[in-house]
Structures are given as structure tokens and as C-alpha cells.
């Protein structure tokens, strides 16, 4: 027999870490309500864990984000675990990026999680007891050239969740961070598809910056593989069902080559650091 536990929500269960997350939970006797925009991925998991609720949404629109607050609101018992973790990146130099895109970024990384939270935390308040994990990534805290504005949303994660475990700590809500490095999941094609053909429609200035970067950082990842999303799934597991979960946990790829060095160097050798990293130290156009 399994324990039956509370309600959960997991954000972006169509896929990736959200679904393997959503599976994990599913098995561990929660209900677990899995939110995305696809409706046939969701129905689907959904079919095969029948403790799984889908529900569509689309977190780039505010009157989605407020229609699913007020499901959450109204449901007849409590969200006891909230896994924040749809997201996406786009990509390109800061001036190739449009500002509409940027806004639509942080719409769906940042202020549907501060939205959701904000949603599940009276009833969380009221039991005196939850759990809030909040994905990061080893870009929130340093920035990739060409990746500034997803670095900048998971930047802001990182102070939200900060912020909130010291406040919500003495109702007994635990606030966790989770900062994976790379992970085999539908995250990149999604971003290529969504940044498009850059190298098309850049300036000539950055094309050869682009190319730079491009061949440097794909040397550093042919140096590893990359794992699936079971490392971050099985490690929220872990992090739901323990009595005393660490504030950050940190996993995968780019971590020691990143995050690690980010963390303790000064400001001024990071940046050098980076920029051979990068392939654009002494690079002049
Ligand atoms: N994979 C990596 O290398 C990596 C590294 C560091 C951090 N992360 C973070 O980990 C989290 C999960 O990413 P993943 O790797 O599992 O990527 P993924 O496979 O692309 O999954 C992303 C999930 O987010 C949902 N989502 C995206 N836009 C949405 C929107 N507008 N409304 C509702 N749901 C939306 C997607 O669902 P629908 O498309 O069905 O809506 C999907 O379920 C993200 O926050 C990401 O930033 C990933």
C-alpha cells in the first residue's frame, strides 16, 4: 500500500524534469495536479497515473495564470508541495533579442511562479507545513554571452526563493532551490526553435562572435554527456520526502566547470575566466 500524502502541483509536467517529477510524485501517493499548455501530454500521463490531475494552461498569459490561482483557491484541500517548474530559454546577443520576447520570458520563469506561489501559500500558511522547490539553474547565478535574458529570469528565481524561505520559514515552509547544470530534455530544441535562425538576421558585427562562442562552448559540452532528467526528478523526490532538505541542491554538467568557479572567484577573474571559457577573450571585431 502506498501512503497517501497531500495535494501537489507540479508546473510544466508535459515534459522533461516537470514530467518525471509529476511521475515521482504520482508513485509517492501524492494527487498530484500536473500544469501545462499540452493537453495530450497531460491526458496521456494522466491515463497511466490515476492520481494525476492535468490541467491546461498557459503561463505566458496573465488570465491563465489568474484562472489557475483561483482553481488552486477554491480546491477542496491544500496544495502541500509546489514544484515551480515550467520554463524555457531564448537565446541571442542582447540587441538581437526583441523586448516582447524578454517580457513573454519573464511572464512564464518569473511572475506566473511568484503568482502560483502566492496562490498556494494560504493554504500552506494555514497547515503550517509545505514545500515550494523552485528551479533555478547554474545560470542563475552567472550569465552565458548570448543567454543574458534567461540567465537574468533564473537570476531573479534565485532572490524570489531567498527571500521567501526566510519568510515562510517560521510557518513551517520549506523553500528549496534547485540549480541543474545540463539536462537531455525537449529545453534546447525548444529554445532553437524559438530564437530561430540567428545568424541570419544579426549584425555582421556579431557574427563573429557567435561563431566564437558557439565553437568554444560546443568543445566544453562534447566533453561530457549529458544526463536525462531523472538526476533533478529523483533528487526533488528526495527533497520532498526529507524531514531536513538543504536550501540549494545543485546537479549535472556545468556545474564544476561554471558554478563552481563563479562561486569562488572575485568578480574580475570570473570575468576573465568566462570570457576564455567563452571563446571570446581578446576577441576585437
Ligand atoms: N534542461 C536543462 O538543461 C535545464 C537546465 C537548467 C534549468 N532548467 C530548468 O528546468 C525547468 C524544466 O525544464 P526542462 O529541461 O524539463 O524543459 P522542457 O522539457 O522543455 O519542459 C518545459 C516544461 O515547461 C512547460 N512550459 C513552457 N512554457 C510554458 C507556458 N507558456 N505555459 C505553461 N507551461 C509551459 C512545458 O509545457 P508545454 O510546452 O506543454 O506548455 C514543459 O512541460 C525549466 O525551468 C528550465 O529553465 C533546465
Known amino acids: 500500500m502506498v501512503q497517501e500524502r497531500g495535494m501537489a502541483l507540479v508546473t510544466g509536467a508535459s515534459s522533461g524534469i516537470g514530467r518525471e517529477v509529476a ?6 501517493g501524492f494527487r498530484v495536479i500536473g500544469a501545462a499548455r499540452r493537453m495530450d501530454r497531460l491526458n496521456q500521463l494522466a491515463s497511466q497515473y490515476g492520481n494525476i ?3 491546461k494552461v ?7 495564470v489568474e484562472a489557475l490561482c483561483r482553481y488552486i483557491l477554491e480546491y477542496p484541500k491544500p496544495i502541500s508541495v509546489l514544484v515551480n517548474n515550467a520554463g524555457y530559454s531564448i537565446r541571442g546577443a542582447l540587441e ?35 514545500t515550494i522547490v523552485n528551479l533555478s539553474s547554474v545560470a542563475g547565478k552567472f550569465a552565458f554571452p548570448m543567454s543574458g535574458v534567461y540567465a ?3 537570476h531573479a528565481v534565485e532572490a524570489i526563493s531567498d527571500a521567501l524561505r526566510a519568510e ?25 526553435r524559438l530564437t530561430g535562425d540567428l545568424m541570419a538576421r544579426t549584425y555582421p558585427d556579431y557574427k563573429p562572435l557567435y561563431e566564437s562562442s558557439g565553437a568554444a562552448i560546443g568543445r566544453i559540452f562534447s566533453q561530457f554527456t549529458i544526463p536525462g532528467p531523472g538526476i533533478i526528478a529523483d533528487l526533488i523526490e528526495e ?27 572575485d568578480d574580475e577573474a570570473f570575468d576573465k575566466y568566462m570570457a576564455e571559457k567563452t ?5 576585437q571585431v
Do not use: H, W
Open 168 to 192: 515562510v520559514r517560521p510557518f513551517g515552509i520549506r523553500v528549496i532551490t534547485i540549480r541543474p547544470g545540463a539536462i537531455a530534455t525537449e529545453f534546447n530544441e525548444v529554445a532553437n
Open 279 to 283: 571563446g571570446l577573450m581578446g576577441l
Open 152 to 154: 537574468a529570469t533564473k
Open 58 to 64: 498557459d503561463l505566458s498569459d496573465s488570465e491563465n
Open 239 to 265: 527533497i520532498v520526502l526529507s524531514e531536513t532538505p538543504k536550501p540549494v541542491y545543485t546537479a549535472g554538467p556545468l556545474v564544476k566547470e561554471f558554478l563552481e568557479p563563479r562561486l569562488k572567484m
Open 53 to 55: 490531475i492535468p490541467k
Open 23 to 28: 511521475i515521482r510524485l504520482a508513485k509517492r
Open 96 to 130: 538581437d533579442v526583441p523586448v516582447s520576447d524578454v517580457r513573454r520570458l519573464f511572464e512564464v520563469n518569473l511572475f506566473a511562479l511568484i503568482r502560483i506561489t502566492q496562490a498556494c501559500l494560504p493554504g500552506m500558511r494555514k497547515q503550517r507545513n509545505g
